[in-house]
């Protein structure tokens, strides 16, 4: 299975959260491949001290990169629109992220699985 790592996952990850530690050992164990997207990077590096930069290098060195294209964005911005018709909001990041894993038929891993659920994307919790 192909697991799109969210902010969230990562940065829990880094932090040494149990749970996330746990779920990081289950899905290298199982042969899932980790995928991660500029846009998380970007997220996440905003947040790591100089101190931790080592270590957050060589947690994303080895995964691979996706990225969402002119139809994902189109997508992205469709679901974007859906979800501004029911009242709700669907941040810009998310739905990219979103529609990245619609495009290479990945499982998004988060915690933030109530923007997540917004989109048709397949979410797993941690």
């Not at 969402?68 to 994902?72: H, K, Q, R, T, V």
């Not at 739905?95 to 891993?109: E, F, K, P, S, Y």
């Given at each position: 299975?192909?697991?799109?790592?969210?902010?969230?996952?990562?940065?829990?990850?880094?932090?040494?959260?149990?749970?996330?530690?746990?779920?990081?050992?289950e899905?290298?164990?199982?042969?899932?491949?980790?995928?991660?997207?500029?846009?998380?990077?970007?997220?996440?590096?905003?947040?790591?001290?100089?101190?931790?930069?080592?270590?957050?290098?060589?947690?994303?060195?080895?995964?691979?990169?996706?990225q969402?294209?002119?139809?994902?964005a189109?997508?992205?911005?469709?679901w974007?629109?859906?979800?501004?018709?029911?009242?709700?909001?669907?941040?810009?990041?998310?739905?990219?992220?979103?529609?990245?894993?619609?495009?290479?038929?990945?499982?998004?891993?988060?915690?933030?699985?109530?923007?997540?659920?917004?989109?048709?994307?397949?979410?797993?919790?941690?």
């Open positions: 299975m192909r697991v799109l790592l969210n902010a969230t996952f990562v940065i829990d990850y880094l932090r040494a959260e149990p749970a996330a530690v746990q779920r990081w050992r899905l290298i164990s199982s042969g899932d491949e980790p995928l991660l997207t500029e846009i998380v990077v970007c997220e996440v590096r905003a947040g790591v001290a100089p101190i931790a930069m080592d270590g957050f290098l060589r947690f994303i060195r080895p995964i691979e990169l996706i969402p294209g002119p139809d994902a189109l997508l992205a911005g469709e974007r629109a859906e979800a501004r018709g029911r009242g709700v909001t669907l941040g810009l990041a998310d739905a990219l992220i979103a529609a990245a894993a619609h495009a290479v038929g990945a499982t998004v891993l988060t915690r933030n699985v109530r923007d997540f659920s917004l989109t048709p994307v397949a979410v797993a919790a941690y």
